[in-house]
């Protein structure tokens, strides 16, 4: 039986609900300082919105469109264990308690280091012990260019983002890696392409861009949220579907606190975002997808003790029997901790 590496997950990610309330600015606690910070509303058709503690508190970025950043408008300050949301689309009143979810990755506290692995400088704020980084680089246009990520191990996904009008041409080592990009703001399959990440796979210290304008426009800046799997906190891979309301078991090794999936061999709905902070019993049945602005609802999945099952039988979104799945998953308690402590799902 594994043992986990992290026991307590929710040092390094935490998912918390808040309410709105726009005249005022709230105060949400997560424990850590949000270095990346997802936030979206879960009774209102606002944006997704992305921001970090590298770009700061007013570069939003949305993972349902390819829009260019927008510094105006909207913005979050951020606190050592606290943020403070400000601004109609992450701070809603009037929809009821606990409308808004935000998902909390733990960096480095906001202080980034200049990164000389590559040919390339990159900015880079690192936690090791979570698998997590945050790189800020800027494109030359010339096929071959690399940039240090800082893990210290090989990542398995890189969410890709031009701080221009670009799509979020993503890399994900379970889907090909240096072959294919999967695009996060969209619902296509996985594409291959050879100029996306240069047709080279990520190392322990580097990854490679093509002359794609995706990830390597010339002057463009990007920004990368990289992560390498960490046992009994982290798992990304895939899975088949089998068409049966028996769905397929995905072993992780913990209880997912957040879990994203998508098809990859064919277009689907998008990317369907699950947590047992919005969903603490089983069936967890309120997703957000990722690539679309709509309110929660619809999906449902059950998060297990050590994994998480399908349920739909034929559903193309999870469970069509040809179907190949990307998922991202992140713990709320490892199965099998340091300690022996045993983590049951509820």
Known sequence: MAYATINKPEDYFKAVLYTGTHSSVPTVTVGFKSDFLWLKSRTQTYDHNLLDTTR??????????????????????????????????????????????????????????????????????????????????????????????????????????????????????????????????GSGAATADANMWNNTDATSSVFTVGNSGGSNGNGVEYINYCFTSIQGYSKFGTYSGNGNSDGPFTYTGFKPAWLMIKRTDASSDGWYIFDSTRSPFNLANVALRANSSNVEGGESIDLLSNGFKQRIGGNNNFNNASGTYLYMAFAQNPFVATNDVIALAR
């Open 56 to 185: 700061g508190g007013n570069s939003k970025l949305s993972s349902n469109n390819n829009n260019a950043v927008n510094t105006t408008g909207d913005s979050v300050t951020f606190n050592a264990t606290t943020f403070q949301p400000s601004g109609q689309a992450i701070n809603e009143s009037g929809q009821g308690a606990d409308n808004m979810i935000s998902w909390n990755w733990k960096a480095n506290g906001g202080t980034t280091s200049t990164n000389t692995d590559g040919s390339q400088n990159s900015t880079v704020q690192v936690n090791s012990a979570a698998g997590f980084s945050i790189v800020r680089r800027t494109g030359t246009g010339s096929a071959g260019a690399t940039y240090g990520h800082g893990l210290g191990a090989v990542p398995d996904v890189i969410i890709n983002k031009g701080l221009n009008t670009n799509e979020w041409y993503s890399y994900f080592k379970a889907i090909g890696g240096g072959s294919h990009w999967i695009d996060l703001s």
